[in-house]
């Protein structure tokens, strides 16, 4: 039973112990959605369970299941959401007009979750990025809300808790011209690990204690030998004045004459960040010979925020060409 997409359709509430057939349903979508899911969200006072209608890829519609009976929450389709204690936290795609106020695409809000269900709503601003700024994720931990946020396409990490009626936060120390990952939150407690990889580090892992301090664990090993490289960022002008940023990494005593064998690689599409990564094997077969690497960062992706991305989509297409 499924949709056009061939994910499930349906969610049904089945006892056990009771005949399959008997089974209540809770939610059907249409045929031409993408598909019904339940999933189960942690949270400090015990797993939540959360049943969605995804209409497209880029759309859910959340109610929570609660003695038995699906509780909607009227929020923004296209938003990301997490759970901080008692704090709903949504990252924001598009606009979202409520209470009088407008919340910008692109920005993080919350609102308290027990006065949402009781229809007393009060969204707040969490954080608004700066034009050369996304959000790149939103995660928890017992009382910090993480944000993984790219400035320049260069990943940051920044931790943010309740203190009185607003929000606070400071920033983890994470090395520079790399990307940042939360990995291993809970809601249990407030350590924390997160992985960092740049073009010439491999993926390491670091744990974050409580009173914020960083150490390193582990990493991946090297696969080709980074000594001599360096990694820089420039800007290209579109046709239409966009500022596209690229970056190159090479050696640091390459002759600076167009003489240089180079690559170019780029993506711009589905919201997506192509953030800088470990190059491995390219790093093995192409740097370590002299080659120069370059990745550009395309509207289309997800480097600036939702309008970097929707200037690259349908009738905007062309733009992510001209931006190669």
Do not use: C
């Not at 370059?294 to 349908?314: D, I």
Request: net charge negative.
């Amino acid at each position: 039973y499924s949709t056009d997409s061939g994910y499930s359709r349906a969610a049904w509430m089945w006892e056990r112990g009771t005949p399959l057939e008997d089974a209540r349903l809770l939610l059907e979508a249409e045929k031409e959605d993408m598909a019904v899911f339940v999933s189960t969200a942690e949270t400090t006072d015990g797993p939540l369970t959360v049943v969605a209608r995804l209409p497209t890829i880029f759309e859910q519609e959340i109610q929570f299941l609660e003695d038995g009976e699906l509780v909607p929450m009227d929020i923004p389709s296209d938003a990301q959401m997490a759970l901080v204690g008692d704090q709903l936290v949504l990252q924001l795609v598009s606009d979202w007009e409520v209470g009088g106020q407008t919340f910008n695409e692109g920005s993080v809000v919350s609102t308290n979750l027990d006065a949402e269900r009781a229809g007393e709503r009060n969204v707040e601003l969490v954080l608004q990025p700066d034009e050369r700024s996304t959000i790149n994720g939103i995660s928890a931990t017992k009382e910090y809300l993480l944000v993984t946020q790219l400035t320049e396409v260069q990943g940051k990490l920044y931790r943010y808790w309740r203190e009185g009626d607003s929000w606070a936060y400071d920033a983890m120390e994470t090395p520079p011209m790399g990307s940042v990952y939360p990995r291993g939150a809970s809601v249990h407690h407030n350590r924390f690990f997160f992985t960092f990889d740049s073009f010439a580090q491999p993926t390491t892992l670091y744990l974050a204690e409580e009173d914020g301090s960083v150490r390193e664990v582990r990493s991946l090993p090297h696969q080709f030998s980074a000594d001599g490289l360096v990694t820089e960022q420039y800007h290209a002008t579109s046709p239409d004045g966009t500022r596209v940023p690229y970056f190159v990494v090479r050696a640091e005593d390459a002759p600076m004459d167009g003489s240089n064998p180079t690559v170019i690689n780029a993506y711009g599409g589905f919201n997506i960040s192509y953030a800088p990564g470990y190059l491995g094997a390219q790093g093995k077969v192409w740097l370590e010979e002299g080659g120069v690497y370059v990745q550009a960062n395309l509207r289309g992706g997800g480097e600036f925020g939702p309008s970097w991305w929707k200037a690259g989509l349908k009738e905007n297409r062309q733009n992510v060409y001209d931006d190669f």
